[in-house]
């Protein structure tokens, strides 16, 4: 997928449109620091790496451990679901394949609520 999306390149794009999203949005804002730039490059290089490309995310913070990296974090229903309105919007905007498009949409539903950690 890495290869078919374009590289590098289109998983930078998607994290940019996805963070620009997070910037102004009142519900996912105060879960991030100030400055997304290291939150970027995390998020940008976990991507490329599940989906084939470089190793760099593991060679440069280990083991991936989404759940165990998101617990300091209250993630009830409502996070969960403006955390994938942002990214849904990210991805729908990369002009893929709709096939490769449902692919990534699958999987960050069902990243998105295994990040669950709060009941209401």
């Known amino acids: 997928m890495y290869a078919r999306v374009g590289g590098a390149d289109w998983f930078v794009d998607l994290v940019e449109r996805f963070y620009a999203t997070v910037a102004d949005d009142p519900v996912l804002r105060p879960m991030y620091p100030e400055d997304l730039d290291a939150s970027k490059e995390h998020l940008t290089l976990f991507l490329m790496q599940y ?3 470089p190793t760099t995310y593991s060679e440069e913070r280990g083991h ?19 955390w994938m309105r942002a990214m849904a919007g990210a991805v729908v905007a990369g ?15 069902m990243a998105a609520t295994a990040m669950v950690n709060h009941a209401p």
């Open 64 to 82: 991936p451990r989404l759940r165990m990296r998101h617990v300091p974090f209250v993630i009830a229903q409502p996070e969960r679901d403006a």
């Open 95 to 109: 002009g893929l394949d709709p096939d490769d498009e449902a692919a990534f949409l699958a999987y960050f539903d």
């Open 51 to 53: 989906w084939g490309g």
